[in-house]
T-cell receptor, first 112, second 112 residues
Framework: QKEVEQNSGPLSVPEGAIASLNCTYSDRGSQSFFWYRQYSGKSPELIMSIYSNGDKEDGRFTAQLNKASQYVSLLIRDSQPSDSATYLC????????????FGKGTKLTVNP | NAGVTQTPKFQVLKTGQSMTLQCAQD?????MYWYRQDPGMGLRLIYYSASEGTTDKGEVPNGYNVSRLNKREFSLRLESAAPSQTSVYFC???????????FGQGTRLTVV
């Protein structure tokens, strides 16, 4: 069973701080990695995808990937109360499958 | 959510009853997915369909059946509902090399 593990929450940061969300995965052949944000009672929404080692920045969000360590992270700079949500890490399995495996999520609260 | 229509939004079933969750897309994507989400468990894949007429099991397929009769629609059927199937169900599209993903609004199912 391929697994995706996220750092246990909940995570609480003050407004303006950097929030760091971490994820490890067991399928060494995985090539596609995603971060989803889910507000309470709502559907998940894709906020970042990353396929190559290194950093990928999009506004206040930075995804980091290290395939050797099987580690992917999401940094949120200048955190805002509107960033308060559950963040889900997802990994597309190797072997030509289109299946995604999700982590259990980390609940982030940004305090004003 | 634009492009993925999921019905119903809420449903209460008695143990042993059957029901079908409907999902339809107007985005012409091949792959469609059914997930369930339980508190603190992230999203778990029930079934997915890579194309019309094909389906494959995910992590938690027991107690469910699916049907992909055409490209547009992917239905999930509970033949004999059990309290353990109380959950929120999501239909989703994850286009290859995605910069977007599309989720239905979710179905909150309670089995009593």
């Amino acid at each position: 069973q391929k697994e995706v593990e996220q750092n246990s929450g909940p995570l609480s940061v003050p407004e303006g701080a950097i929030a760091s969300l971490n994820c490890t995965y067991s399928d060494r052949g995985s090539q596609s990695f995603f971060w989803y944000r889910q507000y309470s009672g709502k559907s998940p929404e894709l906020i970042m995808s990353i396929y190559s080692n290194g950093d990928k920045e999009d506004g206040r969000f930075t995804a980091q990937l290290n395939k050797a360590s099987q580690y992917v992270s999401l940094l949120i700079r200048d955190s805002q109360p509107s960033d308060s949500a559950t963040y889900l890490c997802a990994v597309k399995l190797s072997g030509g499958s289109e299946k995604l495996v999700f982590g259990k999520g980390t609940k982030l609260t940004v305090n004003p | 959510n634009a492009g993925v229509t999921q019905t119903p939004k809420f449903q209460v079933l008695k143990t042993g009853q059957s029901m079908t969750l409907q999902c339809a897309q107007d985005m012409n994507h091949n792959s469609m997915y059914w997930y369930r989400q339980d508190p603190g468990m992230g999203l778990r894949l029930i079934y997915y369909s890579a194309s019309e007429g094909t389906t494959d099991k995910g992590e938690v397929p027991n107690g469910y059946n699916v049907s992909r009769l055409n490209k547009r629609e992917f239905s999930l059927r509970l033949e004999s509902a059990a309290p353990s199937q109380t959950s929120v169900y999501f239909c989703a599209l994850h286009p290859p090399a995605a910069t977007e993903a599309f989720f239905g609004q979710g179905t909150r199912l309670t089995v009593v």
